[in-house]
């Protein structure tokens, strides 16, 4: 049975219109026998900023690696409507030989752009995530919170129109965690790009979406989808509102209703 929000003002409405991602009763059983998801209906449309939580083990990745092409659903219809595609993981894999800006550029090079090119964009990236000053430093240099960054930059290089993010603050202490998902909405802002976001922090889902879904334990099935009203960009501060507090019991509970 699917679980509801309480009925809330709406967001406001992205302001490009159109479906990137469309999966309908998508299912994955993967050749052991396991079956990781069953039955989902998804869709990210351009302006959204969609979280996924649920237990582990509940096929949350799986969907990412749809969705970006390294996994073909087994049953269902999984539709992805372009090929600017960002992905970040759940560990930043940086190359500990290659420094900030060798790492940012890798995407571009392997997509073959000009050296000129690829400086540019490593550049634009670098500083949009708020790393300049550290071009030249090896990973082994770097705070957690930074390689996340730079990750995130290297996939900016592709200017992605579809973001997918794999718990890539979950290892981060806490004061890092919020300052990068600041950060993070404040690009979602500036660059318009579409995401689809895997968490298992509640409060960092709803804080991040447009729109936060809940999923079963496995196999993964959506039981909750909950609209976030409060508007963007977010002050840092709305973490502290009532209202922010009783929309993260609703997807909490919903949560727990799921697990069981």
Known sequence: MTTTATPRPSAPAPT??????????????????????????????????????????CGKSTLLRIASGLESASA??????????????????????????????LLAELNGASKADRRRAAAEAIDLVGLSGFERSLPKELSGGMKMRASLARSLTLDPELFLFDEPFGALDEITRERLNDELLRLFVEKSFAGLFITHSVSEAVYLSTRVIVM???????VGEFDVPFPMPRDPDLRFTPEFAELVGEVSHALREGHR
């Open 76 to 105: 269902g219809r999984a539709e992805v409507d372009t090929d600017r595609i960002g992905y970040v993981f759940q560990d930043a894999t940086l190359l500990p030989w290659r420094n900030v800006r060798d790492n940012v550029e």
């Open 216 to 222: 079963s334990g496995r196999p993964g099935g959506i």
């Open 16 to 57: 490009t219109v159109g479906t990137l991602l469309d999966f309908r009763d998508v299912a994955m059983r993967f050749p052991n026998g396991t079956v990781a998801l069953e039955g989902v209906d998804l869709t990210v449309d351009r302006g959204e900023f969609v979280t996924v939580v649920g237990p582990s083990g």
